[in-house]
């Protein structure tokens, strides 16, 4: 039997993706690789076909009959030309987009629960978790002067989208808004359910998963979490081994983590837009959709 996949999630991240996988797992229709994000195209270089046999092998050993065949990938969504490459251009494709500022916010509190590079060691070298607004400012200021923010910045929808544009016509293509999804999950599934060519099922739609599990507490807390976090996430191999890395971490956070609802400053904020407003009208366009009072 020839495998392939018939839709792909392929953005973007912080936009309540991983809600959304574990609410389609109940639709047994529907089968997903055995980890919400192989993050195959990153982890294996692309495709070269002794890869692909490997990855379906290790993420969708269940059987295919009869199935919609699909991924939960939001890093994707800087690889249009492998996707296509790798997984065809008869794909359907899902994007979910939130308000860019509070996203960009929101993946940072991520970063500094283990993710993210030096620049991140470097501000808890000075700040603890009780200077968030600060260190996110600092963050802010830094990472807008950069020469590179545009290549690594997930939340420039209009640059991403258009790059998929580029391989599939926007007929194979949802667009979901995370603030959709919260104020009507029942809807947001059942569109998407229908987008597949499904007839809706009666889905538990009241599962979140990716809660703010929170930051780490200083710089010691910080490393630890950041070495966890890289062991589980370089892994590609065995997936109970996986599994052991994953709770591993979850082991550690009680201790090295502590709970920050504390909001950016209004000065990072007005940053933020200005610099999203381009992809703010963008979505707006798409959409053919005022976004104000919910983006902006």
């Given at each position: 039997m020839i495998k392939k996949l018939d839709f792909l999630l392929v953005g973007f991240e912080k936009s309540g993706t991983t809600s959304v996988d574990a609410i389609l797992r109940q639709d047994r229709r529907i089968?997903?690789?055995?980890?919400?994000e192989t993050k195959f195209i990153?982890?294996?270089g692309g495709g070269q076909n002794g890869n692909l046999n490997k990855f379906w092998d290790t993420y969708y050993p269940k059987t295919w009959k009869n199935?919609?065949?699909?991924g939960m990938e939001p890093s994707y969504c800087f690889e249009a030309k492998q996707v296509a490459d790798i997984f065809g251009r008869e794909l359907k494709l899902i994007f979910m987009?939130?308000?860019p500022v509070l996203a960009?916010?929101?993946?940072?509190?991520?970063?500094?629960?283990?993710?993210?590079?030096s620049e991140i060691d470097r501000l808890y070298r000075k700040y603890t978790a009780d200077e968030l607004p600060q260190m996110y400012d600092v963050y802010i200021r830094r990472w807008l002067n950069s020469a590179q923010n545009d290549a690594d910045d997930d939340f420039l929808y209009d640059k991403w989208i258009d790059d998929y544009l580029r391989y599939y016509d926007k007929e194979q293509m949802m667009f979901i808004l995370f603030e959709d999804f919260i104020a009507d999950p029942q809807k947001t599934i059942r569109n998407i359910e229908e987008f597949l060519g499904l007839t809706p099922r009666n889905l538990n739609c009241e599962i979140r998963e990716n809660k703010d599990k929170g930051i780490s507490k200083n710089f010691t807390c910080r490393m630890i979490n950041k070495t966890t976090s890289t062991l589980y996430n370089r892994?590609?191999?065995?997936?109970?081994?996986?599994?052991?890395l994953?709770?591993?971490?979850?082991?550690?956070?009680p201790y090295t983590l502590v709970q920050s609802k504390a909001k950016m400053d209004d000065k990072t904020e007005k940053r933020l837009r200005n610099h999203y407003k381009t992809t703010i009208s963008y979505v707006e366009q798409l959409l053919e959709r005022d976004l104000k009072g919910m983006w902006y």
């Open positions: 089968l997903l690789s055995n980890v919400k990153k982890n294996k199935k919609c065949a699909g987009m939130r308000n960009n916010y929101s993946k940072f509190k991520m970063m500094l629960r283990g993710q993210g590079d892994w590609n191999g065995d997936v109970r081994i996986k599994s052991l994953g709770r591993l971490r979850e082991t550690c956070y």
